[in-house]
């Protein structure tokens, strides 16, 4: 924000602060981790700040603001944004504070903050450096301190990187907790219940089931997820995919890209993976697990393989459910069978959707039977049709975009000849 924005915005309480006869002085105080030493430290710049302001008759007291447990690099500091509130409302004149470091080592973050500051005329002062931010020379060294600052969280956090990556490779990384274990004494153990649930997924996997129909399966059998919800394909990859259910450890499946944001990225081969093997008792055999990895290969090719991509379908958003309201999306079997099934009755938001799983061969023949085309055009469907509805009773309803409609029905087995269709009054249904 442009610093005239700042006089502007603020300026009822830069005058509360000019006609204040003393001088309101805060502190804040920040450690990094959350170890007994280290607050420990926290709680002595807390009673060193409070002393040295009340000691001062030319002072007054405004508060002490300290964070624990965070890291420097987060702008959601609980107490650093209940400092900058009370600043913003002009409580305060002078914030001391360490070093530019216990401020923020984001350079970005730091002088944003502290040019905001300057507008309203606080100044913050750093013990470390020797800095008031209202000094002429002070933009100019908290611009070089605090790229210092910056660089040395990096720095940081590169040494911190290799240390781990030095422990993976030898095994001496502590598991975490996932579904069908918990952790006891950094030792994943079995948990029973969670475990028959997992084995129920690979025997399902093993056979040639989706990760949809699995979860499906679940969720009519009322089996909660990992999460005490429903339960999601995405889940159900999850969890064939790790190898800790066979007994094995695969560490640095997600690295810190940006030591800034602190942000979580899947590793898709920009770092190498280190696989621990017989670290605790497997769920499920390795036999198994190589099985299913092997039939989810093979689906995938099978997917790949298939001419009609989802990005390119004629009825991409335009299949809505009579029963529940809700879209239909375009799935596929075993990569084989692509039909188009009700995203309320897939998911169970409407427990009482009998939405059908419509053949997207059967929906795309009945489409060009509709509009009396000789044969599927996908361009000539988007021209003409706005939107299906799609009944429970297999009849679908075309509404065009000339403001016409179509009544048809569908066939779960097609064996040729034209399809029954009852058309409406609209002339406009007529047409091709």
């Known amino acids: ?18 006609n204040h006869e003393r001088k309101r002085v805060a502190a804040y105080a920040r450690v990094s981790l959350g170890t007994e030493h280290m607050l420990h430290s926290l709680a002595a710049q807390v009673s060193h700040y409070s002393k040295y302001i009340q000691s001062n008759s030319e002072w007054e007291y405004a508060g002490i603001y300290a964070d ?9 500091r609980p107490e650093f944004q209940r400092l900058l509130a ?59 301190l605090a790229s210092y600052a910056q660089e040395e969280s990096r720095s940081s956090s590169e040494n911190m990187k290799w240390r781990k990556r030095t422990d993976m490779k030898s095994g001496k990384t502590k598991p975490t907790k ?23 997924i690979f ?27 429903i339960w999601l394909a995405a889940v159900i990859n999850t969890i064939l995919r790790n190898p800790k259910m066979c007994g094995d450890l695969l560490h640095q499946r997600h690295y810190i890209a940006d030591h800034i944001s602190k942000k979580k990225t899947r590793n898709r081969g920009e770092l190498p993976m280190y696989r621990i093997e017989g670290t605790h008792e497997g769920i499920i055999t390795k036999e198994t697990f190589e099985a299913v990895e092997a039939v989810m290969s093979q689906r995938k090719t099978n997917a790949d393989a298939v ?27 075993s990569g084989r069978h692509p039909e188009w099934r009700c995203w309320g ?18 929906l795309l023949a009945l489409t060009a039977e ?35 409609e179509i009544k048809a029905q569908w066939q779960l087995k097609p064996r040729g000849g034209r399809v029954n269709r009852a058309k409406n009054n609209s002339d406009s249904s007529d047409k091709t």
């Open 203 to 229: 025997d399902h996997a093993v056979d040639g089931a989706g990760a949809q129909t699995i979860a499906t399966e679940l969720n009519r059998r009322n089996i909660p997820s990992p999460a005490g919800k």
């Open 307 to 333: 001419p009609y991509k989802y990005e390119g379908l004629a009825f991409r958003n335009k299949i809505f459910c009579g029963k529940c309201g809700k879209m239909f999306k375009y799935k596929t079997n």
């Open 86 to 144: 009370d600043c913003r409302a002009g409580k305060i004149d002078l914030v001391l504070t360490k070093a530019l470091s216990r401020f923020a080592r984001n350079t970005v973050t730091l002088l944003e903050t502290v040019r905001e500051l300057k507008a309203l005329g606080i100044d913050v002062y750093f013990e470390e450096q020797n800095i008031h931010t209202l000094s002429g020379e002070g933009e100019l060294l908290l611009t070089l």
């Open 178 to 200: 996932v579904y069908g274990y918990k952790v006891v004494e950094d030792k994943l153990e079995i948990v029973p219940g969670e475990a028959e649930v997992v084995r129920f």
């Open 370 to 404: 509709v509009l009396g085309l000789e044969k599927p055009d996908n361009d000539v469907i988007n021209q003409k049709l706005e939107r299906i509805i799609a009944s429970d009773d297999r009849q679908l309803t075309f509404i065009l975009h000339d403001g016409g």
């Open 345 to 362: 009755h897939e998911r169970r938001v409407n427990p009482n959707c009998t939405a059908q799983n419509i053949p997207d061969a059967t």
């Open 68 to 76: 624990a447990d965070e890291t420097g690099t987060k702008e959601n």
């Open 1 to 18: 924000m442009p610093m005239e924005k700042y006089k502007q915005k603020y300026k009822a309480a830069s005058y509360a602060r000019v």
